[in-house]
């Protein structure tokens, strides 16, 4: 392994630990927000502002992803990131503005819609974040493609930090709902601030880069995202479509909340791959950007023993989160932990060919995907209920896995590494073994994941899995965690 390849490879790793721990905050923050807003809000408000919320961020994620992946392509790729960096900040600016006082007009109309008139000045108000956030989405994936990986993991902790401190600060206070907002503005602008701190980009000088490039990557890559998004939800609103209860709906959501976690870590290391795939691209360095990419791939194959490990606690765990009450949810679980994990081998794979200048290969994969679900979903909902769309979502994501692999192979003829995959399968047996057979208390449940996740690398290292260097970089960036590392002081 060349200096060149160890120094990108650690970057990688370095940046991903960061993001992930910065976008893992969600978790916890997430928890104690939502425990301290239904206790002060009570159902009433707490349902309003889950509803202004809900509509918002749909529309601020519909924006983002419009830009994300090519902003972060071409950033990366260029000697000069401010002509990209000005048009793209503008072109989130205009955008977001322009459908801020949309929901503005609409705001009203969208309330009676709901039934519940007194949304709409909630929907004004909150509306007030989308171009706050959509700036400093933008400025986030300038970070990104410039390689600041860690500064943007500052932007994020501080963003979830803070916007547990103001939400309790500001409802506790009183402001009721209008205090959870003001929150939600105050945390979007601090993180706003942050990112514009690690990437001056100029708004308002000449932007000489050419408009139609951005969006001949933009608006395929749009379409793509657009199509992943409809289907993580499909098979929800399937089953309450053909017949399933609320409580059904309930029991399957709750397994969605929990099978999340693979969603945490694609969403921080591919955009880091992307990054660094794209610049090493734009220096020449093809074959080092095939070795990064197969090591990608290898990631994921190497992540199915977590797999099993949720499949052989997903009782436990839902006893300790949901309660008795939710015990349906543990084999719902079990099935659509491994669904993400389709989906994280998707977004990926279209990491790479993003980076391959493929940008419209990622939507021919995914088109086919919503319309074999949802005939999956008619003919199996019926049948089995829930288990039913959790067998449907999980299968048809394992299909896009193996079409997203098959289109790298044409492109660059790289696989998933055969012997990590055998490694892997062999693990996922040794390690479910153990933990059916571990049972633990709920107080000792969080420590036994703990161990069982850290078992995990340690048992491809003793099967061989990882080569000296490989080692002695995972070594370096844990180093770089302890509080006596040269690093940290």
């Not at 870590?265 to 080092?288: H, T």
């Not at 990608?296 to 499949?311: N, Q, S």
Request: some cysteine.
């Amino acid at each position: 392994m060349t200096s060149s390849a160890t120094k990108t490879n650690r970057q990688i790793l370095d940046g991903t630990v960061w993001v992930f721990l910065a976008e893992g905050l969600i978790l916890p923050t997430g928890l104690i927000t939502a425990g301290f807003l239904t206790r002060h809000l009570g159902p009433q408000g707490y349902g309003l502002f889950t509803l202004a919320s809900v509509v918002v961020a749909w529309i601020e994620w519909s924006i983002t992803s419009i830009f994300s992946r090519t902003t972060i392509k071409f950033v990366g790729e260029a000697e000069d990131w401010r002509p990209i960096g000005t048009l793209v900040v503008r072109l989130h600016l205009g955008l977001s503005v322009g459908i801020t006082a949309l929901i503005w007009l609409l705001a009203p109309a969208i309330a009676n819609g709901l039934n519940e008139p007194g949304l709409g000045q909630y929907l004004q108000l909150l509306a007030l974040d989308i171009p706050i956030f959509s700036l400093a989405s933008a400025q986030r994936n300038i970070l990104i493609g410039r390689g600041k990986f860690r500064e943007r993991a500052i932007a994020t902790a501080g963003r979830w930090i803070l916007r547990l401190v103001l939400m309790v600060l500001l409802v506790g206070a009183g402001f009721s709902v209008t205090g959870a907002i003001l929150g939600t503005l105050g945390s979007s602008l601090v993180e706003l601030v942050i990112t514009r701190y690690f990437a001056p980009t100029p708004w308002f000088q000449k932007a000489d880069f050419p408009v139609r490039s951005l969006f001949g990557y933009a608006v395929p890559l749009f379409c793509f995202a657009m199509t992943m998004r409809l289907y993580d939800k499909l098979d929800l609103v399937m089953l309450k479509v053909l017949g399933g209860s609320a409580e059904e709906a309930g029991i399957y959501g709750a397994a969605q909340n929990l099978a999340f976690i693979p969603t945490i870590l694609s969403i921080s290391f591919s955009p880091l791959l992307l990054s660094s795939l794209s610049r090493l691209i734009a220096d020449g360095n093809l074959l080092q950007a095939k070795v990064l990419a197969r090591h990608a791939l290898r990631l994921v194959v190497g992540l199915l023993p977590m797999g099993a490990i949720t499949v052989a606690t997903a009782p436990a765990i839902v006893s300790l989160i949901y309660g008795e009450t939710f015990s349906p949810t543990a084999p719902i679980l079990s099935i659509l932990i491994f669904s993400s994990l389709g989906l994280m081998m998707i977004s990926i794979g279209t990491t790479i060919l993003t980076a391959a200048d493929r940008p419209k290969s990622p939507f021919f994969v995914a088109a086919p995907l919503l319309p074999l679900a949802v005939c999956g979903h008619w003919w199996a909902v019926p049948q089995l209920h829930a288990m039913g769309a959790a067998w449907v979502t999980a299968l048809v994501a394992q299909l896009g896995a193996v079409m997203m692999v098959v289109a790298i192979y044409r492109l660059w003829q790289i696989w998933p590494p055969v012997w990590t995959l055998l490694r892997s399968l062999l693990i996922c047996t040794a390690i479910y073994t153990l933990a059916v057979f571990w049972s633990v208390t709920s107080l000792w449940l969080l420590p036994q994941l703990l161990l069982l996740a850290l078992m995990v690398p340690f048992m491809f290292l003793l099967l061989g899995e990882f080569n000296r260097q490989e080692i002695g970089l995972i070594r370096s960036v844990i180093t770089d965690f302890l509080p006596f590392s040269p690093s940290a002081k």
